[in-house]
């Protein structure tokens, strides 16, 4: 099982700085992961209170309604030094955590979450422009 953020990468300019997390879950929210169900897409990691939390993580209700929120903030768990490295390198650097991808480990659930930049319009459509040319230089290529 493995839930990726596919608009982590479009969004952001991730620099090589990667975490590796576990998250406080209720039963429900585990079994509705178990079956991949999940969005990263709008979620964001936050530093409240030195503690690092995952914010507007969605994760849907399973079948018969349990009763949680999908949207709730989930508590990450780090070590005390990887919590205090990892808020110092956002802070000194002007970045934010953006998760990459949730997945499984055994029984355990792990997020893996990086320091990134906001990109601006003009860097998103400059993406865009360089991914359709190696696309096109790709078809090209593969017709000769």
Do not use: W
Not at 20 to 40: H, Q
Not at 56 to 82: A, D, F, M, Q, W
């Amino acid at each position: 099982m493995r839930v990726i953020n596919k608009k982590a990468n479009f969004e952001y300019l991730l620099t090589g700085e990667h975490f590796e997390a576990g998250i406080v879950l209720l039963g429900a929210e585990a079994k509705s992961l178990r079956n991949s169900r999940a969005d990263l897409k709008q979620s964001v990691v936050r530093a409240i209170d030195n503690e690092l939390y995952l914010i507007n993580c969605n994760i849907p209700v399973v079948s018969p309604p349990r009763g949680y929120t999908p949207t709730r903030s989930r508590k990450l768990l780090l070590n005390k030094k990887e919590i205090v490295s990892a808020i110092t390198k956002s802070k000194q650097l002007k970045l934010t955590f953006v998760p990459v991808s949730l997945y499984n480990k055994g029984r355990l659930f792990k997020l893996e979450f990086a320091l990134g930049k906001p990109k601006r319009k003009f860097e998103k459509k400059e993406s865009i422009k360089k991914k359709d040319v190696e696309r096109d230089i790709e078809r090209e290529l593969k017709g000769l």
